[in-house]
């Protein structure tokens, strides 16, 4: 097959234990899926799950045991850090069951939600699309997936963030409002998953400002930690 452009080379994420990486379909995030997290953006209570996507060339994969480096973008003086735990999805499906979600995923990773907090708040307060605030260039670091056999107990996981050495971010994935299966089950009920599909399960509480020449440390129990800094 010939193309009358050069194609964009397929994003993917390294695997542990593999010299095979994982391709990249799509990206899906869940909004407000802590209820801390919830609170102090302004809302309360088990309110249905929602969703919004990153193109997938905001993926900045880091590879284990190094450090990556994401621009501090442009348009923003409020730029957030959101840590959280992702699903990598090996087998596609739709009207997944919760109870049958553990067999649709390939691994997890630890991945940052970076947002430009200013203009995702101006774009709420004039009803229209977040896209810019969410769905930018490098917005959505991530470290290398641990296939599923050898995450551990993820659902119970210990997940957080520092900068600059100090906690901003401390919190369990226990503490999920919707958790991993039950995420799966609402989101194929409006797509279809495919393999290559990353969830951003949602953040904790905690998320704040970082500036350039900021050292952000994420980490999930059982996975391996992501470090980026803001150059």
Same mark, same amino acid.
């Given at each position: 097959?010939?193309?009358?452009?050069?194609?964009?080379?397929?994003?993917?994420?390294?695997?542990?234990?593999?010299?095979?990486?994982?391709?990249?379909?799509?990206?899906?995030?869940?909004?407000?899926?802590?209820?801390?997290?919830?609170?102090?953006?302004?809302?309360?209570?088990?309110?249905?799950?929602?969703?919004?996507?990153?193109?997938?060339?905001?993926?900045?994969?880091?590879?284990?045991?190094?450090?990556?480096?994401?621009?501090?973008?442009?348009?923003?003086?409020?730029?957030?850090?959101?840590?959280?735990?992702?699903?990598?999805?090996?087998?596609?499906?739709?009207?997944?069951?919760?109870?049958?979600?553990?067999?649709?995923?390939?691994?997890?990773?630890?991945?940052?939600?970076?947002?430009?907090?200013?203009?995702?708040?101006?774009?709420?307060?004039?009803?229209?699309?977040?896209?810019?605030?969410?769905?930018?260039?490098?917005?959505?670091? $991530?470290?290398?997936? +641990? @296939?599923?056999?050898? /995450?551990?107990? &993820?659902?119970?996981?210990?997940?957080?963030?520092? %900068?600059? !050495?100090?906690?901003?971010?401390?919190?369990?994935?226990?503490?999920?409002?919707?958790?991993?299966?039950?995420?799966?089950?609402?989101?194929?009920?409006?797509?279809?998953?495919?393999?290559?599909?990353? $969830?951003?399960?949602? +953040? @904790?509480?905690?998320? /704040?400002?970082? &500036?350039?020449?900021?050292?952000?440390?994420?980490? %999930?129990? !059982?996975?391996?930690?992501?470090?980026?800094?803001?150059?």
């Amino acid at each position: 097959m010939s193309f009358v452009i050069t194609p964009s080379e397929r994003v993917s994420v390294p695997v542990v234990g593999s010299a095979d990486r994982f391709p990249v379909n799509r990206i899906y995030c869940v909004g407000r899926n802590y209820e801390e997290h919830a609170k102090e953006m302004g809302f309360t209570g088990r309110e249905p799950p929602f969703f919004f996507l990153k193109p997938t060339d905001a993926i900045v994969a880091v590879e284990a045991g190094t450090m990556g480096s994401i621009p501090y973008p442009p348009l923003t003086n409020n730029l957030h850090h959101e840590i959280e735990l992702v699903v990598a999805i090996g087998t596609g499906g739709k009207n997944i069951k919760a109870a049958d979600a553990h067999k649709h995923i390939y691994g997890y990773a630890v991945g940052m939600d970076m947002t430009r907090r200013d203009l995702q708040t101006e774009a709420k307060k004039q009803g229209r699309p977040w896209c810019i605030g969410k769905g930018y260039d490098h917005s959505a670091p $991530i470290g290398p997936i +641990t @296939p599923a056999a050898q /995450a551990g107990d &993820v659902a119970n996981a210990e997940i957080s963030l520092q %900068v600059g !050495g100090k906690d901003r971010q401390r919190s369990n994935v226990s503490k999920l409002i919707w958790n991993i299966g039950e995420t799966i089950e609402h989101l194929t009920q409006a797509w279809e998953l495919q393999p290559g599909d990353l $969830i951003y399960t949602g +953040t @904790p509480e905690g998320v /704040a400002a970082v &500036v350039s020449g900021d050292t952000m440390v994420g980490s %999930v129990n !059982g996975l391996v930690e992501l470090r980026v800094k803001v150059a």
